[in-house]
């Protein structure tokens, strides 16, 4: 059974840094999409980042540049660092996960890609 859940979310002032984390664990090493999703009430879910079983990473055009996703060696946890943050990055971070990997594992896919979602962290960064 797929487990995530998130942590490290909190408010931060603008331009700050922050960084989440998702214990991850229920899903094959061999072949999967792990990733960041973020939304706002009134919006929709937004793809934020995603990393392969083979570390390859891709971001949404929003974050690119500011936010990096990775993981521990043991593939237990997996992180996100945001940096240089603005207000429009207020929102609920949802982890996320999909096995095996899909042609959907891209930054700004679309929330139906993945089944598998953490309960969120609220990150709040006031203007």
């Known amino acids: 059974q797929v487990h995530l859940a998130e942590s490290g979310g909190g408010s931060v002032q603008i331009g700050g840094s922050l960084k989440l984390s998702c214990a991850a664990s229920?899903?094959?090493?061999?072949?999967?999409?792990l990733g960041w999703f973020r939304q706002t009430p009134g919006k929709e879910r937004e793809g934020v980042a995603v990393?392969?079983?083979?570390?390859?990473?891709d971001y949404g055009d929003s974050v690119k540049g500011r936010f990096t996703i990775s993981q521990d060696y043991a593939k237990t946890t997996l992180y996100l660092q945001m940096d240089s943050l603005k207000p429009e990055d207020t929102a609920t971070y949802y982890c996320?996960?999909?096995?095996?990997?899909?042609?959907?594992?891209?930054?700004?896919?679309?929330?139906?890609?993945?089944?598998?979602w953490g309960q969120g962290t609220q990150v709040t960064v006031p203007s």
């Open positions: 229920g899903y094959p090493s061999s072949s999967y999409c």
């Open positions: 996320v996960a999909d096995f095996p990997v899909s042609p959907c594992c891209y930054g700004d896919a679309p929330p139906s890609c993945f089944n598998h």
């Open positions: 990393i392969e079983h083979d570390g390859r990473t």
